[in-house]
């Protein structure tokens, strides 16, 4: 089968093509190059005048595993409020903050996107992370592994294990859980919470292993760095939500000795304590940090809003923050003292000063990022709001006197305590299609996706050109998933199913010992059960695996 | 005034709902036009009016005919106007409902009343599980209106009550006004297990003592309140309660449930032994 997509403006910025007009060629599930004149093209598409990108990625939405099913369990009003009828093709689903699997995957695929990826797998969880995954229809996943909370992790670091160890210890763990990167969240103050620890600053002690969060992100950092996995650690601060947390951001960045490093959901750590109320926007400096600092990558976190659930492993931040939980009810828990996890529903109000501030941080940081292959869009659904969201805040970042009018509707205090007016900047077409394509597949190392040359996934996009991004953004004209046309109108026309995506950087497998004895002692199932295989993820779970590549050569 | 009438032709192999079949989302559309409304039987969707014989105008008035315990969420959501049963209902009976009135001359499946804020709710009959109670999940039952039931009620009537009032002329099961946070239940007939059970506030008021109470409740002695005077006035068109006026003002009141703040009250009719 080949299909030619004539005429469309691409944006292409993986290949240095912007809005330029040029076809494209797919066999079957591959982008081709243009065929010789004696091949059949057994459809086309005129596309004059339409918007060509590759497939959306979503680099950090929580999609699965255990905290997210805890929301959904937690906001039965939510599923029945948003209730999703099955239709001709798609199956029934429901829920606005905490969207069943199929709700999310439908909602995924019809504005645009083909892979996401959710941060926050614990390892005892991985299990049921990628069941959830698998169940979502219609796009690629992947999941990052938390660790740095886990007993055994600070335990070797405690007792000063060689950083080969450690290399070892977190190749395994990608291994075992079938993960693409690492994230660690609140770097040891999830166990330093179990503790009876209330805060973790970068470099407090921790109360009972007496290392410092500076020492788990720089240790793990290096660990990926000298495994070749291409992302980088992502992390999730010390200190969410704090004011003045900034400090803290600045110094879990300094924390990773010029690796590369991911800070996720910024925006909630770029907090400063100056005005009546001590709390300010401190985004400047934290901007200017990510502009100096070459090795730093960010997604911001962008709240908006309304109702919503904060789903977080930061059991420290999830606690702090549970009497402001709306409607009144939250849960906080350990998990396979692996790490912990926090459920709080919360609904942000454009009258209140604080959430009004953080609505303008967010922007900010968009907006004084310099470089947008470094600064992703995400509003850590559900944290910052549902994803369902991202064609609003597309056209937020595009159009400034949309952004200037919503400004003055918001606390007015906040208005005035924000840069945000004074800030100039629209994104283009261009650098939209960097920040949710080009950037987060190169920075996640999918070679095969994210940009439109011959021989990548034939994961596209095309838009109706308009007006208002937003109205572009949310219904998409065509969307095809690895050659097939799976959306048409913004509406699933053909449901499919995507695959897993993780890496398998080398380690040795003597470490299984260590981690073995550690199981036998400590954990609730034996070392044996707790790995993933390949044919248990095709057969068991319902999703097959794609290994990508590690970086090549040693560092 | 008209009615529109839906009387069920066969019996159903499925559930129903029938939420959409209230006064204010059937007012100015004709039998034929009601007819047409798509409800899901099972997997498909098939027109009202292969369900059901429709007559009438639509109006204030709606009846349903049916001798079906599968007709699920009559009168949900309502706002005004008043829908009579002639015969059973299913489960959520004015689940939500705002105002407005329903009879029922049979009797109903579970949660009755669940999460209603207003209106009057009367059965003849009795009542399923969870009468009054709340939405799976929520953290509140029935918010307002009242609820009277001639018949007995299940288990679990008026579970996480916030406000308005329950009149139960016969039995009822276990677990009556469990987590209770609010709100006035009478029981004229005999109550099962474990009564009150995780009670935070309201009132309970009985004819006949429990068999036992849980030990979570405290004996706060023998009262007179006339207030119970003032309250069985209000039911003097009700035949059924008026006997409560006969019992006197004096009660035997206990105080619960202590694991749970202790504000609830249950009080027992006693004879008076002045």
Redesign the interface.
Known sequence: MLIKLEGGRIYDPANNINGEIGDLYVRDNEIVAAPGDNETVHRTYALAGKIVMAGAIDLHTHIGGGKVNIAR?????DQ?GNVMA?GGLTRSGGGHAAPSTLAAGYRYAEMGYTSCFEPAVLPANARQAHMEMADTPMIDTGGYAMLGNDDLLLQLIADGAEQQTVNDYVAWTLQATQCIGIKVVNPGGINAFKFNQRALDVDDAHPHYRITPREIVSKLSRALYELNVPHPLHVHASNLGVPGNYLSTLATMEAAEGLPIHLTHIQFHSYGTEGDRKFSSSAAVIAEAVNRQANVSIDVGQIMFGQTVTVSGDTMAQHANHNHAHPH?WTCMDIECEAGCGVVPFRYRDKNFVNALQWAIGLELFLMVDDPWRVFLTTDHPNGAPFTSYPHLIRLLMDRSFRNDLLGEINPDAASASHLGSLQREYSLYEIAIMTRAAPARILGLTDRGHLAPGALADITVYHQHEDPEQMFANPMLVFKAGDLVVEEGRISKPVKGTTQVVRPEYDPAIEKEIGRWFERYHSISLHNFGISDDEMAEGIGSRVTVHPCREGRP | MSTLTLRLRSPLSQRIDMSPFTPELVAGRQADEVARILLWLG?RQVDAGELFAINGNSTEQIVIQSDSDRLDRIGADMSGGSIRVEGNAGAYLGCGMRDGAIHVSGDVGLAAGCAMRGGRLALDGNAGDFLGGA?????QGMRGGSIVVKGSAGDRAGDSMRRGMILIAGDCGDYSASRMVAGTMVVLGQCGAHTGTAMRRGSLILTNAPKSLPVTFNDNGRHNLNFLTLLSRGFKDLPAFASLADKGNLVQRWLGDLSCGGKGEILITTPDLA
């Open positions: 369990t937690m906001l039965p009003e029945r099955k009810k | 997997n939405l799976p999940g929520e953290r």
